[in-house]
């Protein structure tokens, strides 16, 4: 039987074990009669399908829901011991990386004030080292590592993979950030994508799931925008969506914001009276003492994203506009100055029901971002369909698609 364009394949896939898998994984289908609900396919067909998945060990059944009389349906859901995933969020002046399972789940953490500044050879030779050790503490090797997400501070062409040019530090123009692992971890997917764009996934699927449309703010020692649309991040044509600019007065041209607003901003001008500072970190350690200077130059900074934030709520008439990174830490002082300009500078309906507030999952929302583009590159459904086909009990989540 060939699909409408006439290639069978296509028909196979439409039809594979990654439309499934697709809908146990989203919650929105879970048993067999869900299932077949949502897909309509037969009882023999969903059977199979079913059996490929549990036979590479990439679903489990979990139990039994309870049912009102008869036999209790059977759920299904991923085996989050089926591999492990690697997680890098790499910021301003701040890298944080975890090791989760497949559902997304930390297992293990660590951190260090090692950033943009060190460039990527660097970092990413630190990166190796220290998820050596992590693994090891777990009792684990770089062969039960299936997939690796990055987040990196500045936009990804999709079309090439490469980090776009120019970023905020040229040391990262035009890197190809998976070569960076290759020889480590050959077998394992790979997916990369803006820090930012990366905590928005998270907060959309973790923390704000209430929300389908969501503006969220990573800011610290730069100034990052993503957007939640309809449940989706949205990307732009080759990846560059979200790049907040000042608007200047007497027409005069646009300067990016993170030049005139952001934590390197107020790091330049507290180094300039003498404090000591290098990191957001250190920004809302002084801002939670109560230094005065630290406190005004987070409520300017704080103001002069807010103006331009008003101008996006009122493009995308979002739920929610969420504010992470470092910055967010500082509490109202900053958070407070953004949500004043807003509902200062939108107009009233695109007001109406807005919510301003900090990130719900604070500093994991980067790494949790990081393993969920992981987990969808691993199980992006014509891959899994592929994988599968056949249901040898050989195949595992390390073997690459025929």
């Known amino acids: 039987m ?3 364009d006439g290639n069978p394949m296509a028909h196979a896939l439409s039809t594979g074990s990654g439309v499934v898998l697709d809908l146990i994984r989203s919650g929105r289908a879970t048993t067999r009669t869900d299932l077949i609900e949502q897909l309509g396919w037969s009882r023999i067909t969903l059977a199979r399908r079913l059996d490929e998945l549990l036979h590479a060990s990439i679903v489990m059944s979990v139990g039994q829901l309870d049912s009102r009389g008869g036999r209790p349906p059977e759920e299904f859901a991923v085996n989050p011991d089926a591999g492990l995933l690697l997680a890098v969020d790499i910021g301003g002046s701040h890298t944080r990386l975890a090791i989760t399972d497949l559902v997304s789940t930390i297992l293990s953490e660590d951190e ?4 943009l500044s060190e460039g990527p050879a660097e970092i990413f030779e630190w990166a190796g080292q220290v998820f050596d050790h992590m693994l090891d503490r777990l009792g684990k090797t770089r062969a039960d590592v299936v997939g690796i997400g990055v987040g990196v501070p500045g936009p990804v062409d999709f079309v090439t993979g490469r980090l776009a040019s120019p970023q905020v530090d040229t040391q990262w123009n035009d890197v190809l950030v998976k070569e960076y692992f290759a020889g480590r971890y050959d077998h394992a997917v790979f997916a990369v994508d803006r820090d930012v764009n990366i905590m928005a996934l ?10 389908r449309d969501v503006v969220v703010l990573k800011a610290g020692i730069g100034v990052g925008l993503a957007f939640v649309l ?3 991040i949205y990307h732009g044509s080759r990846g560059g969506a979200g790049e907040l600019s000042a608007v200047r007065a007497g ?3 646009t300067v990016r914001l993170e030049s005139i607003a952001s934590g390197a901003v107020i790091r330049g001008e507290l180094l300039s009276l003498g404090r000591r500072v290098r990191t957001s970190s250190d920004i809302v350690g002084l801002a939670n003492d109560g230094d005065p200077a630290v406190l005004r130059l987070l409520a300017e900074t704080g103001t002069e994203i807010g103006q331009s934030l008003a101008h996006v709520v009122g493009l995308l008439n979002p739920q929610a506009v969420v504010v992470g990174g470092n910055l967010a830490q500082a509490g109202e002082p900053f958070l407070g100055a953004i949500r004043q300009a807003i509902f200062a500078g939108a107009r009233d309906f695109a007001l109406q029901g807005l919510v301003v507030e900090k990130s719900r999952l604070g500093h994991i929302a980067g790494v ?21 086909r056949g249901g040898g009990i050989g195949v595992s989540l390390h073997t690459q698609p025929a």
């Open 251 to 253: 027409g005069e041209r």
């Open 230 to 232: 309809d449940g989706s």
């Open 112 to 115: 260090a004030d090692i950033g």
């Open 2 to 4: 060939r699909s409408e």
């Open 202 to 211: 998270a907060e959309a699927r973790r923390g704000w799931t209430e929300y």
């Open 368 to 388: 949790t971002g990081a393993s969920l583009i992981a987990q969808d590159a691993l199980f992006e459904a014509d891959r899994i369909s592929r994988l599968t």
